[in-house]
């Protein structure tokens, strides 16, 4: 029945997570909604599933007991897990792609070949699989470069070399062990030039939806310094894009889409391309199989359409382009994060201010490092705390209004970026 109500169990503990929960409720078609794990915020909003999030088996056997209708999937480690796989054969649908469409994420060297053979333009890599070698050829082309290991490393496995020296440091890191099995396999790939641009799509393994723009600011500090980190602050759309770039990007993603087609690979889910817009046109520097984080925080608040109904469309195949509209405004997000971070931060701090933030018109306030404590404070529990997203109709209004929530709330080592979104305001010429 197309409108009747299903019950969802969604899978993960970030801001994202949070954000996808929120549209997730606002859907007429939602029933009960069940998390696992969740945060702090999702779980003022929905009930605990007492299941492991990267456990196949766990969570389709908890999802049929439960009658549940859509599980959604927001983390890449239960995708790669093969947790899709099984909530299928349970016979429930689920949003997020099976384990052999999520190499598209969790195999670099996957992903380039699937690449290769779409014909998009993607950095030169090659790969490697002993030391040896690899070090040899990071000699040969010398620095810069980056070098990868291959399989999923929590953002971490990526080295970007300026110098020969860096980069042979990066092998050595790579092939440590360090990094797990994600560096059994090392992927030296070609230095790209250009701001970076993410772009998410709905796909139900044949038609591709591109969800808005997003750009997110990976180094831990102010002025793009610092380590990386998960990300401390997004904002959508993406103001500087060239014309023809976005239409570049769509065409990318459908000739990705098409490729793993014609392979007899079915993607359904978010496919999430992340570009560095090259004076040559906009290069693929990954793809993950997963909504980003924290791009989802400044997507889907804009977005109009009914994401219980996209979802369910991804799985069976009956996803159309006009299930997604926009609306006409600007979203920022700034991410409030534990002192240390990406380093070593403490947790269990009381965390104040929320609702005067949220009372700010056009605020919200997505949990990600959140606990809910049982006299009902909430607590710090993470390095990336809080996302304060603000939409308003121009990019100044929304980015004011972030950093005045982000004033409002208070917790001991709160710590975050003062100039997200400042080279959007300063345009391209200046980047
Ligand atoms: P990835 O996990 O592959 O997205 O890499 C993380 C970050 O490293 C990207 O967001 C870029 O900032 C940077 N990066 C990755 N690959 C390249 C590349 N080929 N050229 C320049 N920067 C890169
Ligand atoms: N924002 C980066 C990611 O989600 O991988």
């Known amino acids: 029945m197309a409108d009747e109500k299903v019950d969802i169990l969604l899978l993960g503990s970030g801001g994202r997570e949070h954000a996808l929960l929120k549209k997730l409720a606002e859907s007429p078609r939602a029933g009960k909604l069940y998390v696992a794990p969740g945060n ?10 007492p299941v492991n999030q990267d456990s196949p088996a766990e969570v389709a056997e908890w999802a049929k007991t439960h ?41 670099k060297e996957f992903a380039k070949q699937v690449m290769a053979k779409a014909g998009v333009p993607t950095a030169a890599y090659k790969s490697f699989t002993d030391e040896a070698s690899c070090a040899a050829y990071v000699r040969e082309i010398g620095g810069p470069c980056v070098v990868k290991a291959d399989g999923l490393a929590a953002g971490k496995g990526v080295i970007v070399a300026q110098t020969t020296e860096q980069a042979l440091e990066g092998v050595r890191q790579c092939f440590s062990g360090q990094f797990g099995d994600a560096g059994n396999t090392v992927v030296v790939e070609e230095m790209l030039q250009g701001p970076e641009c993410s772009l998410l799509a709905l796909t139900d393994g044949t038609t591709l939806v591109p969800l808005a723009t997003s750009q997110d600011h990976k180094r831990a500090l102010d002025g793009d310094r610092g380590l990386n980190t998960g990300g401390m602050g997004v904002y959508s759309p993406v103001p500087i894009l060239l014309p023809g770039e976005l239409e570049t990007m769509v065409e990318i993603e459908k000739k990705v889409l098409a490729e793993l087609n014609r392979e007899g690979i079915r ?13 040559d046109g906009p290069k693929v520097l990954e793809f993950n199989a997963r909504f980003g984080d924290p791009e989802t925080q400044v997507v889907l608040p804009r977005m109009k359409g009914d994401l219980v109904e996209c979802f369910l469309a991804c799985d069976n ?32 701090k009381k965390i104040v201010g929320i609702d005067d933030a949220n009372a700010l018109d056009g605020v919200t306030v997505y949990h990600a490092g959140t606990k809910l404590a049982e006299n009902g404070d909430i607590l710090t529990n993470g390095g990336r705390v809080l996302d304060v997203t603000a939409v308003a109709p121009t990019f100044e209004d929304a980015r004011n209004k972030a950093y005045e929530a982000c004033d409002k709330i208070w917790f001991e080592g709160k710590t975050y970026r003062h100039d997200i979104g400042i080279k959007a305001i300063k345009g391209r010429a200046n980047l």
């Open 40 to 49: 702090g915020g999702m779980l003022q909003q929905a009930e605990l599933a």
């Open 317 to 348: 195949g009956t996803l159309t382009e006009d299930m997604v509209q926009w609306e006409d405004d600007w979203a920022v997000s700034v991410v409030l994060a534990s002192a240390g971070y990406p380093g070593h931060y403490e947790k269990g």
């Open 67 to 107: 009658g549940i209708g859509l599980v959604v999937i927001g983390p890449e480690a239960p995708l790669v897990e093969g947790v899709g796989d099984a909530v299928r054969a349970a016979g429930i649908p689920a949003f997020g792609p099976n384990a052999d469409a999520a190499r598209m994420e969790g195999s």
């Open 267 to 279: 993607y359904s889910g978010c496919l999430y391309g992340g570009f560095m817009l090259t004076k």
